[in-house]
C-alpha cells in the first residue's frame, strides 16, 4: 500500500510538471517578484519628479547656459555651449501612458484627476523637448510594438497639440473639480486640483508667449487664445499668489544642490555670471545682496558690502583660464578670494533647504501677462503685471521696503564669526523709478523679459534661456569660453537611438527642417 501511494504521488508531480512545461514562452519569463501592475498614484509620484528633476535643476549645466552662474574649473564643468542629445523624456511619457491606464484599471471613469493631469504633462514633455530639437514623433508615438518607427510631426503641429491638450485638461479639471473630486500620490499639491488647474493655465500661457513668433498664424491662434484666457478667470483660473506656485520643496533628504556637504568641494569653483549678477547691480536690486556676495577684491579696494558696484559677475564668454585666475586671487587676509562675486554661502551653504525651486511660478506668470498686453494680444495693463511680478520675484527674496538685513561671508568660509551683516534701505517706489526699471511702452519687451529672466534665477529649468533665444534678452555674453567657434548654441541634436532604431524618419525630419544636417547652430521652426 505505501509503495502504491509513493507510485501515485510520484505520478502526480510528473504530470504538475509535464503541465508547467506546456505554458507558453510568454508565460514563463514572466518574473513573480515583479508587479505587472501598480497602483496610479505610484506612477505618478515619478512621472512627477521627472518633470522637476529632468530638465535643469538649480546650479547645474542648464543654469550656466541660463548665464546665471559660470565654472571656473575645468576639470570639473565649463561654460561652452557644446548641446549634446535633448534630454529624452519619452520614457517618462511611457510612464504617462502607464499611469492613465492603471486609473482606468482601477475603475475610475474616463475623465479623472490621473487622466486629466496626463494631458497636463504630455503637453510639458512635448514641449520641453520640441523647443530643443524642432520636430518629433507625436501622431504615431507611444504605441509600444505597434510602432516601432514613428514618423515625425511639424513643430507646428506638435504646438497646436500641446495648445488643445492642456486646454481639454483645464477642461477635465473644472469638471472633476465641481465633484469634488482629488488625486493621491501629488508631490507638489496634495492632490488639490484648484492648485493644479491654475498651473495648466499658467503653463498655456508660457506656450502661447513661446510662440510669440507665430502670433500673425491663424492656426495657432496665438492672440485669440491669449485674450481669451485673460479675459474669462471664471474658465481659465490663474494663479494669484506666490502660494499657487508649482515647486519643488527640498528637504533633508532630497537636498537643494548647494548644501553643507559639498561646500568644500565646489564653493569656489562656480562664480557668478556677468549677465546676472551686472543687470541686478546696474538697476540697484537688492535681489543681487541676496543670491551673491560681494566680491573680494572690490571690498579690499574699499568699496562697502551694500555699494552695488561691489558685486560683480564674470562674462560667461571669458577664457576659463583667465576666469580661473582672477576667480582665485588673494587678496590678502581678512577678504574673500577672486574678483568676481560668489554665491551667497549663508543662502545656498547655510543648510540642505536654501529655496523652493519653481517649476512654474507666479512671477513668470505676471511678465507672461505683460508681455502678451505688450504685443498686442489683449487689452489691460501691462505695466501693472509687470509691476506685479518684480515685486513678487523681490518678496521671495525677503527684500521689503524699509531696512534690509544682508549676510556675506567676510573670508569666504562658513564659519559664524565670518559671517558679517549689513543693512540696506530699500523702497519700491524708488527703485521702480529709475529709468531702467520703470515701464517704458518703447522698450517693454526687453524690460518685462529681462526682469523675468531675474526671476527665473535657479528655476524653471532653462526658461531664461529660451526667452533670451526667442528675444535677444537680456543680452548674453559670446565668445571663446562658450565654445562653438564663439557661438552661443541655439538647439540639442536628436538621441543616438532615433538615428539607429527610426533612422529613415529621422533622416527625413533632419532633411525637412535643416538640410539634412542636426547641427546645434541652425534655427528650427519655433525661432524662425
Known amino acids: ?99 492613465e491606464e492603471e486609473a482606468k484599471r482601477a475603475g475610475l471613469a474616463d475623465v479623472n484627476g490621473y487622466a486629466a493631469l496626463g494631458k497636463f504633462f504630455r503637453a510639458y514633455f512635448y514641449d520641453q523637448m520640441s523647443k530643443r530639437v524642432g520636430d518629433l514623433p507625436l501622431t504615431e508615438a507611444l504605441k509600444g510594438i505597434e510602432g516601432v518607427s514613428p514618423k515625425y510631426d511639424s513643430q507646428k503641429v506638435i504646438y497646436i497639440q500641446i495648445l488643445k491638450w492642456l486646454d481639454d485638461a483645464n477642461t477635465d479639471l473644472t469638471s472633476l473639480i465641481a465633484k469634488g473630486e482629488t488625486v493621491s500620490g501629488d508631490i507638489y499639491y496634495n492632490g488639490d486640483l484648484k492648485k493644479w488647474q491654475k498651473a495648466v493655465n499658467a503653463y498655456r500661457l508660457r506656450v502661447l508667449v513661446t510662440l510669440s513668433k507665430k502670433d500673425t498664424d491663424a492656426e495657432l491662434g496665438v492672440k485669440a487664445k491669449f485674450a481669451e484666457m485673460i479675459s474669462n478667470p471664471t474658465k481659465y483660473p490663474m494663479m494669484t499668489s506666490m502660494a499657487d506656485n508649482l515647486e519643488f520643496k527640498w528637504n533633508n533628504f532630497n537636498k537643494y544642490p548647494s548644501n553643507p556637504d559639498n561646500f568644500g568641494f565646489d564653493a569656489t569653483r562656480q562664480n557668478m555670471a556677468a549677465a546676472y549678477v551686472n543687470l541686478l547691480s546696474g538697476l540697484k ?25 561691489a558685486f560683480l559677475g564674470a562674462s560667461s564668454a571669458e577664457d576659463l583660464a583667465d576666469m580661473s585666475d582672477k576667480a582665485g586671487i588673494n587678496n590678502g587676509a581678512g577678504f574673500a578670494p577672486g574678483k568676481y562675486s560668489f554665491q551667497n554661502r549663508n543662502r545656498y551653504y547655510k543648510n540642505y533647504t536654501a529655496e523652493n525651486t519653481f517649476i512654474v511660478g507666479y512671477p513668470e506668470l505676471c511678465f507672461n501677462m505683460a508681455e502678451g498686453i505688450a504685443r498686442g494680444w489683449a487689452t489691460g495693463s501691462a505695466e501693472d503685471w509687470y509691476k506685479k511680478g518684480i515685486q513678487a520675484s523681490q518678496a521671495f527674496y525677503g527684500v521689503k521696503d524699509g531696512v534690509n538685513t544682508m549676510t556675506y561671508s567676510r573670508t569666504g568660509s562658513m564659519a559664524a564669526a565670518d559671517q558679517v551683516n549689513y543693512t540696506i534701505d530699500f523702497t519700491f517706489a524708488d527703485y521702480y523709478a529709475q529709468a531702467g526699471v520703470k515701464y517704458d511702452a518703447s522698450k517693454a519687451i526687453q524690460q518685462i523679459v529681462s526682469q523675468k529672466y531675474l526671476a527665473f534665477f535657479m528655476n524653471s529649468g532653462m526658461e531664461a534661456y529660451f526667452n533670451w533665444r526667442r528675444t535677444g534678452f537680456p543680452k548674453f555674453d559670446a565668445g571663446v569660453g562658450n565654445g562653438n567657434s564663439n557661438r552661443i548654441a541655439v538647439r540639442w541634436i536628436y538621441p543616438t537611438t532615433e538615428r539607429t532604431t527610426n533612422a529613415t524618419n529621422y533622416k527625413a525630419a533632419i532633411q525637412s527642417q535643416f538640410n539634412g544636417t542636426d547641427d546645434i547652430n541652425d534655427l528650427m521652426w519655433l525661432i524662425k
Open 285 to 309: 536690486d537688492p535681489r543681487v545682496m541676496v543670491t551673491c556676495e560681494p566680491a573680494g577684491f572690490e571690498l579690499k579696494s574699499g568699496k562697502l558690502p551694500s555699494d552695488y558696484s
Open 1 to 99: 500500500m505505501k509503495m502504491n501511494k509513493y507510485i501515485l504521488a510520484l505520478f502526480g508531480l510528473l504530470m504538475v510538471t509535464l503541465s508547467s512545461c506546456e505554458k507558453p514562452f510568454d508565460q514563463l519569463e514572466i518574473d513573480s517578484n515583479k508587479p505587472v501592475h501598480v497602483p496610479a498614484s505610484l506612477v505618478f509620484q515619478g512621472v512627477a519628479y521627472n518633470m522637476f528633476n529632468d530638465n535643469g535643476r538649480p546650479f547645474s549645466a542648464e543654469m550656466r547656459w541660463n548665464q546665471f552662474y559660470c565654472s571656473n574649473y575645468n576639470y570639473y564643468a565649463n561654460n561652452e555651449y557644446t548641446f549634446g542629445q535633448m534630454p529624452n523624456q519619452f520614457t517618462t511619457l511611457k510612464n504617462v501612458v502607464k499611469m
